[in-house]
């Protein structure tokens, strides 16, 4: 899936993620499945950042969907530079796009990229709802 970022996106936040040593695979590099971590790790740091903490038992925002692109790979020892853009916003929902790169790639190449449908939910009644202010 190639990912199609508006542009008007605007980058609304930024973190840097240590690789560490067990985030490698055999192959000798990051393995796929920590890309998405990186990017749950922004994602969870500007959602707290912004006040909408975990509430299970009231409202709060859940991912529709995921995906990532992997461009390049990453390898141990390093950061991530993790940037994260929102998209499109609706009545309950906006997309949140990331690019992942390297904090020492001085040529600022992107490794990964990829976006997250956000949903403002009602937990207990399983329902979307419209996003606060």
């Not at 990453?74 to 997309?95: N, W």
Request: include cysteine; charge should be negative.
């Amino acid at each position: 899936m190639k990912l199609e970022v508006p542009a008007d996106k605007r980058l609304i936040h930024t973190m840097l993620v240590p690789i560490r040593w067990g985030d490698m695979d055999a192959m000798g590099h990051v393995n796929n499945t920590i890309y998405l971590r990186y990017m749950e790790c922004a994602r969870i740091q500007l959602m707290e950042g912004s006040g909408f903490a975990v509430n299970p038992v009231g409202e709060g925002f859940v991912i529709a969907n995921v995906f990532c692109n992997f461009i390049r790979q990453l390898e141990y020892p390093g950061e991530v530079l993790v940037k994260s853009h929102v998209g499109a916003i609706g009545r309950s929902s906006f997309d949140l796009y990331h690019e992942l790169l390297r904090s020492d790639d001085t040529g600022g190449s992107v490794y990964a990229n990829g976006s997250a449908t956000m949903v403002w939910l009602d937990f207990p009644k399983q329902k979307s709802l419209p996003m606060p202010e």
